[in-house]
């Protein structure tokens, strides 16, 4: 069956397809049981990734990077993604919410000093800004910095942070005062490690298992006048920026996952045919489909530098949902070997369920949604 595709990828594009795609079945596939059981990623992974050029990815070249469109990242995302949820989230992190915002906001120095390191995947990126009482409400953060002589110092607590037990690179967000709610928000940059950073404790999760996910503390941690990334009072702005961009990604993780319970679901229908299982196999098909083009048509209005806020929501939205509905009914079809330890069908069930949560709920997508169409003059709301 072929690929359910909208709008063609050029030739490098699609080389870079075919090439991410070899080595997610060679190194990645035969690992996703594991990842998940253990939930730890195999150094050997990262290692080859790294290698590769994966953690590069839309970097500038000056920097070691290897810039490639939207559509191609996408197209990575996906393609390791549907050989391991973890994997394709913790590069999608690494590089949407942490290295991309450094090349874009960094000052020279900045970008000289992080971005070699994180192209080369020596230094993994997070990004902090959830926190025990502030996470669809970002304006309500508590974390708070003080300016000093030589800088600044950090004091609050994150949650629920991706990425940040490698002690790489973080991407913290914090206020100086929270009576002035966005307006006083500013972004740090941590590395780890560092004198009163540290890792309080790590998740267990339902599913992106071996992606992990932790509580941080900073009890005053001191930064040089070159941790803040941006202009203070512009932290916010450096967030939502980034959660933009980054829902191309997680979007594209999502569809992933789609596509591969979609290929479990049409093996699995193959071997035992049945007119439900086709019906549900052509509604997934259907599904599928739907969350590919939002995706595609998503990655090529940022290419095309076009407002892409609206398109970043709905394609996260429905390739959350895509994902979930179509492993859900994978395992309707697999029936009890579905839901056995180890299954795929089960993983890709638990790994889906997880994409409506991360870098923006399904309720705030709606939220920014509706107010996009309300906001925009009728000829484009539809
Ligand atoms: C696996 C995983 C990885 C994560 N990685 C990171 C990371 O790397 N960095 C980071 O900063 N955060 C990360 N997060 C946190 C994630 O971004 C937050 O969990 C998410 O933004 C929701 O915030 P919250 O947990 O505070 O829930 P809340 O904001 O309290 O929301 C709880 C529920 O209420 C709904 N809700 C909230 N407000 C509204 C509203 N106004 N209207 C309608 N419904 C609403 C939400 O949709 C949700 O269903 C991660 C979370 C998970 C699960």
């Known amino acids: 069956m072929g690929r359910p595709v909208s709008g063609a990828l050029g030739p490098a594009a699609e080389a870079e397809r075919s090439r991410v795609r070899e080595l997610a079945t060679r190194l990645v596939r035969p690992r996703a049981t594991e990842i998940d059981r253990d939930d730890r ?25 290897k810039p490639v469109s939207t559509r191609t990242f996408s197209a990575v995302l996906e393609e390791l993604s549907a050989a391991s949820a973890a994997v394709a989230v913790t590069l999608a992190v690494h590089l949407s919410v942490c290295a991309l915002p450094i090349a874009d906001r960094g000052t020279p120095a900045q970008r000289e000093r992080w971005l070699p390191a994180l192209a080369r995947g ?11 009482g502030a996470g669809s409400d970002t304006a309500s953060l508590r974390s708070r910095y003080e300016r000093t002589a030589d800088g600044y110092v950090l004091h609050g607590s994150k949650t629920f942070i991706s990425n940040a037990a490698s002690a790489g690179l973080v991407l913290v967000f914090a206020t100086r005062d929270p009576a002035r ?32 996910t932790t509580e941080l503390l900073f009890d ?45 679901l049409l093996a699995a229908v193959r071997r035992d045919d049945a007119d439900w299982k086709r019906a549900a196999l052509a509604r997934a098909y259907a599904e599928l489909a739907s969350a590919r ?29 895509a994902a979930m509905s179509i492993a859900s009914a994978g395992v309707d079809v697999a029936g009890p ?30 939220l920014i949604l509706g107010r996009s169409l309300l906001d925009a003059p009728p000829s484009q709301t539809a």
């Open 41 to 65: 990623l195999p150094p050997e992974v990262i290692r080859e990734l790294a290698e590769e050029g994966y953690f590069a990815l839309g970097l500038p070249a000056e920097f070691g990077g």
């Open 122 to 132: 020596e230094r993994i990126g997070a990004f902090a800004l959830t926190e025990p």
């Open 181 to 212: 709610k966005s307006k006083g928000v500013s972004a740090f940059l941590v590395p780890g490690p560092t004198p009163g950073f540290s890792v309080v404790r790590r998740f267990e999760k339902l599913g992106l298992r071996g992606s992990e």
């Open 220 to 264: 005053g941690v001191r930064l040089p006048p070159d941790g803040l990334l941006g202009s203070e009072g512009e932290g916010l702005h450096v967030a939502l920026g980034a959660l933009t961009g980054g829902r191309i990604g997680i979007a594209s993780c999502a569809l992933g996952v789609a596509r591969a319970a979609f290929e479990e």
């Open 293 to 321: 083009a939002l995706v595609d048509g998503a990655a090529d209005r940022k290419d095309a530098g076009l407002p892409f806020e609206r398109e970043a929501s709905v394609a996260k939205l429905v390739a959350s949902r």
């Open 337 to 366: 070997a579905g839901v056995r330890g180890g299954a795929p069908a089960g993983r890709l069930l638990r790994d889906a369920r997880v994409f409506p949560i991360v870098e923006g709920t399904s309720e705030i997508q709606e």
